[in-house]
Each structure stands twice: as structure tokens, then as C-alpha cells.
Nanobody
Framework: QVQLVESGGGLVQAGGSLRLSCAAS????????MGWFRQAPGKDREFVAY????????DYADSVKGRFAISRDNAKRTVSLQMNSLKPEDTAVYSC??????????????????WGQGTQVTVSP
């Protein structure tokens, strides 16, 4: 059973950068696609970024495209989210998740079976 632990959140001014990391336990990590999601207070959880098992395919929510970059290192069992040009509207709890289904809709959080505990990102104006 893979477990996920996020790190790297914090408080940053608008225009700044943060790098989130997600560390996975278990050797099966490399076989699964991964996603980053976020949830702001009073809002639904929303898709942020996706990466396939080999790191060949990535995709992003329109709201972060061009500012965020997802990557993974299967040897180290980590997936990262580099966030640049942060905006106050990026404030949320960010969670990484492991996708175990074959359903192609990787933007749907229901397709993800394992979640980290989340890390808070706060962007001040």
C-alpha cells in the first residue's frame, strides 16, 4: 500500500514561488499516474496538474498553465509541483494523489485512490 506525504507549503507573497514535494512509500509508485489537487476554504477540490507513470505526459488546469510544472522521479519515489508567479487565488491546501483506475478522466478526483494529508499554500497580496 502506497502512502503519500507532502511538504513544501508555506506563506509567500504574490509573484513568488514555492516547490511542493510528495514522497511515496512502496515500490509500486512507479507504475501509477499522479495528480496534484487543491482545495480552498468553502470550495470544492479542484484539479491542478497530472503526470503519467513515466513522466512522459503532463497536463494542467487552465488557471495554472504556464506557471506551474509537475515532475516526478521514480527512482526517488517523489512527485513535485513547481509553482511560479503565485497569485492570491492560488491559496489552498494542496494534495498529491495516486491514480489507480484506467479511467482516462484524470481531472476527476474520484479516480484517485490514495491521497496525502495536504500542505497549506498561502499567497499574500
Amino acid at each position: 500500500q502506497v502512502q503519500l506525504v507532502e511538504s513544501g507549503g508555506g506563506l509567500v507573497q504574490a509573484g513568488g514561488s514555492l516547490r511542493l514535494s510528495c514522497a511515496a512509500s512502496g515500490s509500486s509508485f512507479r507504475w501509477f499516474a499522479m495528480g496534484w489537487f487543491r482545495q480552498a476554504p468553502g470550495k470544492d477540490r479542484e484539479f491542478v496538474a497530472y503526470i503519467d507513470s513515466r513522466g512522459d505526459t503532463t497536463d494542467y488546469a487552465d488557471s495554472v498553465k504556464g506557471r506551474f510544472a509537475i515532475s516526478r522521479d521514480n527512482a526517488k519515489r517523489t512527485v513535485s509541483l513547481q509553482m511560479n508567479s503565485l497569485k492570491p487565488e492560488d491559496t489552498a491546501v494542496y494534495s498529491c494523489a495516486l491514480k489507480k483506475t484506467f479511467n482516462p478522466d484524470y481531472r476527476d478526483p474520484l479516480q484517485y485512490a490514495t491521497w496525502g494529508q495536504g500542505t497549506q499554500v498561502t499567497v499574500s497580496p
